[in-house]
Each structure stands twice: as structure tokens, then as C-alpha cells.
Antibody
Framework: QVQLVESGGDLVNPGGSLRLSCAAS????????MSWIRQAPGRGLVWISY????????YYADSVKGRFTISRDNAKNSLYLQMNSLRAEDTAVYYC????????????WGHGTLVTVSS | DIQMTQSPSTLSASVGDRVTITCRAS??????LAWYQQKPGKAPKLLIY???SLESGVPSRFSGSGSGTEFTLTISSLQPDDFATYYC????????FGQGTKVEIK
């Protein structure tokens, strides 16, 4: 069955960096686009970044553009999010999600990893 | 940017009730709309895609309708497992979620 498992969340100081990972299994990872979506405590869902199946196309929300970098390693069935210049407002649970084959909705989600930005 | 607005923000209902949640887009998204259910501490779960297509394994009491800028999610007979927060999401132009509708016990 499809599984997405995020890791790397932690408590980090403002201005710091963190790298999140998402390990995929149960499907042909290289066939699917992937995204990162975050949810601040008590708030709604916000899409922040997308990467195409081959890793050739990336998109970012304005709130993270220039600070976050999405990447993937299809040989390792893994998705990454490099987060630099972290701010308090980046505090959230970060989910990786698989893009559907037929459209761009998200058909499978990981359980999430918590990033807390605080001094 | 396309904005998504859900109403109501909170909905109080009883088991067996018919429940309808509305989602409006700031511009036409044709039928590029999905609905998700999220329970506390859990990841969202896909319910509906392309406005009205039921995801495999999702109970048939869930249905979606609409096109253009106005969409609805209907639960025909609310069950105890359905108390959760529901989000709409457009995927016509990048990806935007509504702010969520919490369905709570009346």
C-alpha cells in the first residue's frame, strides 16, 4: 500500500535551517509529482511547494520562495524540503503529498512532521 | 491567485442529519476541485475529486457537485465517524485550500 513517511521536523531558532525528508513506498515514486503542504497550529492547510515526477519543474508559494528548496531522489524514493532563513510563521506540521495521475489533487498524504521555529 | 471561501466555518449537526458545505472560488476553476476530510492530529484524506468524483473506498453518503465558482459537499446522513474538518481545494491554477469547515456534534 502507498506510504509516505516524513521526518526531520525539529525545534529551530529563527534564521536557522532544517531539511525535511519524505520516504515513499508502495508505488512507483518516479511516476508521480509530489508536494509539500503545511498546517500551522489550529489553522488550515497551505500548499507550499511542488515538484514534477522527474524533478525538472518546481513551484513555490510566495511565502517560501527564495528560502525553501524542494528536491527529490527517485533512486531513493525520497522527497526533500530544504528550509533556510526560518521564521516564527513557518511553525507548522509539514505534510508531503502525492499528486494524482489524472489531475493535480493530492491522493495520498504522509502523517506530517512538526517544525517549530522559536528562540 | 485564486481564493477559496468555505461556508459555514463551523456546523453543528446530529447523527442522521443531511449536511451541506459550500465552497466558492474567486474565479472559475471549471471542475478542478477536491474535498478532503481531516480529523484532529491526522493527515487529510481525499474524499472527492473533479468536483463530483468519489474517491475509491469513500462511503457513498458523501457527494460533491458544482462547477465554475460554486461547489458543495453533501453528507446525506451524518455518521459518528464524520465529525471532522472538511477542506475544499482548487487545482486549476496552482493549489489553494479553503479555510475549512468544522462539523461538530450538536
Amino acid at each position: 500500500q502507498v506510504q509516505l513517511v516524513e521526518s526531520g521536523g525539529d525545534l529551530v531558532n529563527p534564521g536557522g535551517s532544517l531539511r525535511l525528508s519524505c520516504a515513499a513506498s508502495g508505488f512507483t515514486f518516479s511516476d508521480y509529482s509530489m508536494s509539500w503542504i503545511r498546517q500551522a497550529p489550529g489553522r488550515g492547510l497551505v500548499w507550499i511547494s511542488y515538484i514534477s515526477n522527474a524533478g525538472s519543474t518546481m513551484y513555490y508559494a510566495d511565502s517560501v520562495k527564495g528560502r525553501f528548496t524542494i528536491s527529490r531522489d527517485n533512486a531513493k524514493n525520497s522527497l526533500y524540503l530544504q528550509m533556510n532563513s526560518l521564521r516564527a510563521e513557518d511553525t507548522a506540521v509539514y505534510y508531503c503529498a502525492r499528486g494524482s495521475r489524472s489531475g493535480s489533487y493530492f491522493d495520498y498524504w504522509g502523517h506530517g512532521t512538526l517544525v517549530t521555529v522559536s528562540s | 491567485d485564486i481564493q477559496m471561501t468555505q461556508s459555514p466555518s463551523t456546523l453543528s449537526a446530529s447523527v442522521g442529519d443531511r449536511v451541506t458545505i459550500t465552497c466558492r472560488a474567486s474565479q472559475s476553476i471549471i471542475t478542478w476541485l477536491a474535498w478532503y476530510q481531516q480529523k484532529p492530529g491526522k493527515a487529510p484524506k481525499l474524499l472527492i475529486y473533479k468536483a463530483s468524483s468519489l474517491e475509491s473506498g469513500v462511503p457513498s453518503r458523501f457527494s460533491g457537485s458544482g462547477s465554475g465558482t460554486e461547489f458543495t459537499l453533501t453528507i446525506s446522513s451524518l455518521q459518528p465517524d464524520d465529525f471532522a474538518t472538511y477542506y475544499c481545494q482548487q487545482y486549476n491554477d496552482y493549489w489553494t485550500f479553503g479555510q475549512g469547515t468544522k462539523v461538530e456534534i450538536k
